[in-house]
């Protein structure tokens, strides 16, 4: 009761806050899943982290509805028509996105929205459609508060893409998130120069490699999240990881780590995600009877588990004694080999497990480099990333991003803090986007440094709702409280800002 009490009793959660966190402590407090004791051990000592899913699964962690097929089709459960134009299409989609559930309980995936919306778009007048696609996003941002909530635009120009850019530059809406599907030979440069102008204003959209998702997961692959790659009417079961600096803390060196501590440590997690995943499908009654799979908006086929990671960089530092970061991982050529070995491990190991089912993906779970959670400090930078202080020029950085990204399907990505004066000179920053998604960058994230909507991880934030919770006082967003975390424990919003002389080749 006293976890209850101070719940209700801190003056900086709203209502829905409250009530969102009081379920998560029910969730937390039952047994009915129970793991092996070396589970519980090396979750004990924090090498093992469930990302708070709760220990009686009763949803998957991230559903990816098929809003095609709402539109072509309605919603019986809902009682909704197809849309028959613009103002039915966004009153469907704000009902229907009160219904799809996840691990924060919002909607992680609203749509490839320009798509969803252009045959609508395009038969009104052009400000019409302005004014209320502008009272749309303005209702996500005020019910769906939660930054984990995202949109896909892209990678072909639309009149509806072109009208959100517009209008995320102008409300400056930390929610929802939003990428852009980049293919360059699909994506005109006139169209991903206005996104990259839009970056740096809002710090969304991010710029996602269309041509190796599609490779990955077909043509119906939907960007959730933070940045994480899924089926389109499908999802992602569940997201632990491991935490890479703690699994190696009991290696006698490199080789015990490579051969006995990190295979021992992937066994238990997929322990945890296997006994998860049999939970939710057999146990719960989400596939059995929500409106979502039995009207095929989902299928239990199209999920996969995420094997996530987190803390390669500290991982490899200390097994190779190097304790001044700015010499380590991302800047030390042994440190970042020993990380392509490490990922070789996880990923062939990860590999070779039969998971249960994971029917579209040949029964096997995807590597996902986790973003990192307001909690860890300073021991574990997101993923794979080059830790925050230490980073070098974006061109170096991106060419260790571009090793280790080709090893996350579920997702991966890096973000960069421009100076203002690029906001003049857009152009600059295309052509690296471009080079490095060639050879092999999955996701690449930015904006300006004086920015009020800043990303965090990988969700946004604002920074005047940051200091709002310094003061005591409550955010509509939901995860300010973790952007606040993450700033005061990891200091995820003091990247080295990029100057005009770092993206000099």
């Known amino acids: 009761m006293s976890e209850a009490l101070k719940i209700i009793q801190d003056p900086t959660l709203t209502y829905k806050q409250e009530l969102l966190a009081l379920a998560r402590l029910g969730e937390s407090t039952d047994d009915t899943l129970r793991y ?10 924090g090498a093992l982290c469930d990302l708070n899913e709760g220990v009686m699964p009763y949803r998957p962690r991230y559903i990816c509805p098929d809003y095609e097929l709402l539109f072509k089709k309605g919603c019986r459960f809902l009682e909704l028509d197809p849309p028959k134009d613009l103002l039915e299409a966004l009153n469907v989609l704000e009902i229907f996105y009160c219904h799809v559930p996840s691990i924060t309980s919002f909607p992680v995936y609203l749509g490839d929205l320009d798509k969803l919306l252009e045959p609508f778009v395009i038969r009104e007048d052009r400000a019409f459609a302005k004014k209320v696609i502008g009272l749309f996003l303005r209702n996500i941002d005020k019910v769906q508060t939660d930054s984990f909530v995202h949109a896909d635009i892209g990678p072909e120009d639309t009149v509806t893409g072109r009208i959100l850019l517009e209008l995320t530059e102008e409300m400056q809406l930390a929610v929802p998130n939003l990428t852009l599907r980049y293919d ?37 692959y939907a960007i959730a999240s933070c940045y994480n790659g899924l089926s389109i009417a499908g999802g992602g079961f569940t997201l632990p990881r491991l935490r890479l600096y703690e699994c190696s803390l009991d290696a006698k060196d490199v080789d015990d780590f490579l051969n006995r501590e990190l295979p021992r440590h992937i066994d238990l997690q997929l322990e945890y995600m296997d006994k998860r995943v049999k939970f939710i499908v057999e146990e719960s009654t989400f596939f059995k009877t929500n409106f979502l799979v039995t009207e095929d908006f989902v299928k ?25 970061k700015k010499k380590g991982f991302g800047m030390n050529e042994e440190a ?4 392509l070995k490490i990922m070789d491990v996880i990923r062939d190991r990860v590999a070779a497990h039969v998971a249960p089912y994971c029917d579209a993906y040949d029964h096997r779970y995807r590597l996902h480099a986790q973003v990192g959670i307001d909690s860890d400090g300073m021991d574990d930078s997101p993923g794979t990333r080059i830790p925050i202080g230490v980073e070098p020029t974006m061109l170096e950085q991106l060419e260790v991003n571009e090793l280790f990204h080709p090893y996350f399907p579920t997702g991966t990505g890096d973000i960069f803090k421009f ?6 000179t857009p152009e600059a920053i295309l052509p690296i986007i471009k080079g490095s998604f060639e ?8 904006y300006l440094e004086n920015n009020d909507v800043v990303r965090v991880t ?7 709702e940051i200091e709002k919770l310094r003061q005591g006082k409550q ?3 939901n995860v300010t409280v973790f952007g606040k975390g993450a700033q005061d424990g990891g200091h995820a919003l003091d990247r080295r800002v990029q100057h005009h002389e770092d993206s000099a080749r």
């Open 475 to 477: 955010s509509v967003n």
């Open 36 to 45: 092996s004791d070396a589970y519980y051990e090396a979750k004990k000592k």
């Open 439 to 446: 050879r092999g960058l999955r996701y690449f994230s930015g």
């Open 419 to 424: 100076e203002e004066t690029y906001l003049n």
């Open 458 to 464: 990988g969700y946004l934030v604002k920074k005047s």
């Open 184 to 220: 360059p030979e699909l994506t005109s440069d006139d169209f991903a120069l206005a996104c990259v102008r839009c970056m740096l204003k809002t710090a969304k959209p991010s710029f996602a490699n269309h041509r190796m998702f599609v490779k990955e997961w077909g043509e119906r």
């Open 300 to 324: 239990q086929e199209n999920f996969t588990g995420m094997f996530g990671v987190v803390g390669l960089a500290e991982c490899c530092n200390h097994l190779l004694g190097i304790t001044d």
């Open 336 to 339: 970042t080999r020993l990380g």
